[in-house]
């Protein structure tokens, strides 16, 4: 296993590594074939498996304690060369589709803040953004917010549409003027999942359209408090 530099906040806090770990051990008939207790035990032994299918990584239990760790193999930058037929970049063109968005309406993307890695969230300070103590907020330009009866702190429910009809809500979010692209917005990752219909996907990668949901905004109820 590995160390990190904090103490742990609770004797019963797991390592992301031990939690896929339990969850393959848990949901695969004899874990796949993988002995998944024998590599959470090890984490050396999971670099030696990355070593033998990923291209640069020789050597990569003793070079990870090299200081300053080691650069991967990179042809661009190493040797001037791209992996195609002439050696050199390809450019595409490709067609853009977009997203209609009826009036009243916005287009919706999820996003990090700066105390967030994925999923994980260290902290509820976003300095991006000039965000403290809170992560319920959603960022729209102040154009748009006046035209559609709102202002700057603001609280409302976010309501995505998809062409099933479900209703999608987010609660409570708080307004935050700032300057996004016209006629879209922003909210946090996971807060704002809840509006992504599963079934809104990239056509060719199949993830969820994250950076392009229709939402609307409705005045959320007075808080309890």
């Known amino acids: 296993a590995s160390v990190g530099g904090l103490e742990p906040a609770s004797d019963e806090l797991r390592s992301e590594v031990a939690i896929v770990s339990g ?23 999971i670099r030696d498996r ?80 000039g965000i403290h103590d809170g992560r319920r907020v959603v960022f729209a330009r102040e154009k748009d917010l006046a035209e559609l009866g709102f202002a700057d702190g603001d609280h409302v429910d976010i309501v995505s549409e998809w062409r099933d009809g479900v209703e999608r809500r987010a609660h409570r979010f708080r307004l935050v003027a700032y300057d996004v692209a016209p006629g879209t917005c922003a909210a946090y990752f996971p807060e ?18 994250s950076k392009g949901v229709v939402v609307r905004f409705e005045r959320a109820a007075a808080s309890p408090d």
Not at 83 to 91: D, M, Y
Request: aromatic letters at 10%.
């Open 50 to 129: 990355i070593e033998a299918v990923v291209p640069g990584f020789t050597d990569f239990n003793r070079r990870i304690d090299q200081p300053g760790g080691f650069a991967l193999p990179h042809p661009p930058r190493d040797h001037g060369t791209f992996p195609t037929a002439s050696g050199k970049a390809r450019l595409t063109c490709n067609t853009f589709d977009p997203t209609v968005v009826p009036a009243g309406r916005l287009l919706l993307q999820t996003l990090r803040s700066h105390d967030q890695y994925n999923t994980t969230i260290y902290g509820l300070d976003d300095r991006y953004r």
């Open 23 to 45: 969850l393959a051990q848990r949901a695969l008939p004899d874990g796949g074939g993988i002995d998944w207790a024998w590599l959470e035990a090890d984490y050396g032994r």
């Open 192 to 209: 704002a999942n809840v509006l992504v219909p599963l079934d809104s996907v990239a056509d060719e990668s199949n993830t969820p359209t």
